[in-house]
């Protein structure tokens, strides 16, 4: 799972008058006035995906389109959240709804906790999801959730850094390896580009730009793939790209904060995410207008590399007893009014690309967006979650040792033994 999500607050007094204003994104019913007395929906949302305002302003519209009914929002935390799950969605009365992490989706269905949407993806906007975004939420050709919001991995820059080097963005990779080559070497830069070494959702991108996968299937079997070329490849990339500062090779990108660490103002880039920046301005709010953004940049110009899209999707529980409930929430949840309103107050992508205007004035999202159409996933596997388990073995094994000098064949094969022994693990 992703585990980046901070989302801001969303105004309510907008977001309701969005939704009033929005006629064609609220579910229809026949159902009589009463008809849903006492009937009250649980809805999971994770530490950070449920700002009060926003909440607020769905359960009003919810409850006024179903009267009678009532929705409660429990809070999740991730420490332990797929064992809870998993054993919440094999209950007889299981959360109705639940907010999980675009790379749990298969994990999920596979233990046949969550409902089939197939039939409903119609009425839930689905027609217009965002292809790359709505790929985390199929499963074997059928919609198991739906794409709520996403964001990927960019490159925030310091801008009093790059003018005092005489540098602007970057359109090629090349480009912005010689660029970090001057960086490296100008006054007041400690690290032309603090990337820690077990970053790995980093590291997935350049794996995907470069055409491969952490995973393959051989003789119909899901196995390591970190020993193929263009994975080996990728490594080369990622331990160059290390090399041009001082990060950790064997912490991520949380152990120490990597937005404190920009905020010292030595720092020239890092890939990060879009909340971030305030976490920045929050340890240093004198570097208000030198944060800049732009999308990781691919081998050719205008042609951004490929990156990790990580982000929440909404499901309904198989056993759910109030399934149309379930799917009313959705639909209201995910019309474009909460859609719109969602994107603004977080700077995360709506789940529509036609819906990326509510992104205006956001340097962070207008790099993201780029890159979304392009962007992927880890491998929509069963038994996925046994991969991230600590030690992730993509770090443990394979990253962090060949930083450190370890041959990188033996490091991949030695992950990728690990992989498929896990892949495995019940």
């Not at 959240?81 to 989706?105: R, S």
């Not at 799917?327 to 700077?347: C, P, R, V, Y």
Request: charged fraction near 15%.
């Amino acid at each position: 799972m992703d585990r980046w999500r901070h989302v801001a607050a969303v105004g309510t007094a907008a977001l309701l008058a969005g939704v009033a204003a929005c006629s064609s994104g609220g579910p229809s019913t026949t159902s009589s006035p009463t008809s849903f007395e006492g009937k009250t929906l649980t809805v999971w949302l994770m530490a950070g995906d449920d700002p009060v305002d926003w909440s607020a302003a769905v359960k009003a519209q919810f409850e006024l389109t179903y009267p009678g009914a009532k929705v409660v929002f429990k809070q999740q935390d991730w420490t332990g959240i797929q064992q809870k799950v998993t054993a919440a969605l094999a209950d007889l009365t299981p959360p109705d709804v639940i907010d999980i992490g675009n790379t749990q989706t298969s994990y999920y269905v596979a233990t046949g906790g969550l409902l089939d949407l197939d039939p409903y993806r119609g009425r839930l906007g689905g027609a217009n999801w965002t292809p790359s975004m709505n790929s985390s939420a199929i499963v074997g050709g059928k919609q198991y959730a739906a794409p709520w919001f996403a964001g990927s991995r960019v490159v925030m820059y310091n801008k009093r850094l790059w003018d005092r080097a005489k540098l602007s963005p970057p359109s090629t990779m090349a480009e912005w390896q010689s660029d970090l080559d001057v960086l490296k070497n100008t006054p007041g830069v400690s690290s032309a580009l603090y990337l820690p070494g077990q970053n790995w959702y980093a590291f997935d991108g350049f794996l995907l730009d470069a055409g491969a996968n952490i995973l393959t299937q051989r003789n119909n079997q899901w196995v390591g793939n970190l020993d193929a070329p263009a994975a080996l490849q990728a490594a080369a990339l990622f331990k160059k790209l290390q090399s041009y500062g001082d990060a950790p090779k064997d912490k991520d990108e949380s152990h120490p904060a990597q937005a404190t660490v920009f905020a010292k103002g030595d720092v020239a880039s890092m890939i990060a995410m879009g909340y971030e920046q305030a976490a920045v301005l929050q340890a240093n709010p004198a570097m208000a207008k030198d944060i800049g953004w732009f999308p990781i940049p691919g081998a050719k110009p205008k042609s951004p590399a490929r990156t990790f899209l990580g982000g929440s999707n909404l499901a309904v529980s198989q056993n759910s007893a109030n399934r149309e409930l379930a799917l009313g929430f959705l639909q209201i949840a995910l019309n474009d009014a909460n859609e719109t309103a969602f994107a603004k107050e977080s700077g995360f992508l709506p789940n529509k690309a036609a819906l990326y205007p509510a992104l205006a004035g956001n340097a962070y999202a207008a790099a993201a967006q780029l890159a979304a159409a392009n962007a992927g996933f880890t491998p929509s596997v069963a038994r996925w979650g046994n991969v991230e388990n600590p030690p992730n073995p993509i770090v443990s094994l394979f990253l962090t040792p060949i930083l450190q000098g370890a041959d990188p064949a033996a490091a991949a094969q030695a992950a990728d033994d690990k992989l498929t022994s896990r892949l495995n693990e019940q």
